[in-house]
């Protein structure tokens, strides 16, 4: 052979090229999700926008563990993630105060924390990822004060009030009709779920002979009060309005005439996916990221909705 040499290092050239995939190989990584509950179809949505965004990244293991409404068993289940030693984790807390300490434990043994849709308190924890309910529920009181011409009498359905949703989508509502001639005349924690709602709206429906609008602060509270008006045959004389717009929920209650409007509350299910891959590449991220939200009515609901301003 003329030139060995050549031969030889060609050799070792293609057992390098040869070699890299199994040395180079892309590191695995484990995230630990913890839900507060399954039993609202918007935290549903959220665990599905996750696992699609995941999915599509084959070196991401997701646990999925849910709370149940259980503020002690999501704590535990934060600290089973930390004994597990999962590379980051994502949670959607039931209350801020409950899920404060199992959180700052996780951060402090240098876990990443991404905290989606209600906050804890304090900072320990790497990002938050939500919507601005305090904009949203002020959105929301100045389109009714509009839709009802400055007045008229209002039901309003909360949130769970010790969660930090509940409170931003009130205190925003108050701001959003403050000057106008619009009335709370009941109020009640509905905890987020139908059938609470629904109960509730009956309750004000025997005390309160005219309501104009029902404000509820999710879409499922919305539709349950529409059901407890529709059996008491007063449905048509009263609006109703919701938020979290999912396509199958509050956009399909806005296209069936049940609703005037849902307001957008995204999951960020997506983007919490996207930035725990930027965590994990060890890249930093914003500690606040405020998602953008729509408002869905009759009129813009074939068009994609509209944008609510900052």
Known sequence: ???PHRFILLTVLLATIIALPASGQQRRWTIGMSQCN???????QMNADIKKAADAHPELTVIFKDAQNDN?????HVDEFVRAGVDLIIISPKEAAPLTPPVRAAFKKGIPVIVLDRRVLGNDYTCFIGADNKRIGRAAGAWI???????????????????TPGQDRNAGFREGIKGSGLQIIFEADMKWLEPNARREMESALARF????????????????????????????????VGIDALPHEGQMYV???????SFEYPTGGREAIENALLIL?????????????????KDNLATGGEWLSN
């Open 1 to 3: 052979m003329r030139h």
């Open 72 to 76: 002690l068993r999501q704590g535990a």
């Open 255 to 261: 296209k069936q005439g049940l609703l005037a409007a």
């Open 281 to 297: 590449a060890g890249t930093a991220v914003p500690r606040e990221i405020t998602l953008r939200s729509r408002v869905f009515t």
């Open 145 to 163: 004060a509009k839709l009802l011409g400055g007045k008229g009498t209002i039901v309003e359905l909360k949130g769970l009030m010790t969660s």
């Open 38 to 44: 399954l039993g609202e179809p918007w935290r549903v």
């Open 209 to 240: 002979p005219a309501i104009d609008l029902v404000y509820a602060h999710n879409d499922p509270g919305a539709h349950g009060a529409y059901l407890a008006a529709r059996a008491a045959g007063r449905e048509k004389s009263m609006k109703f």
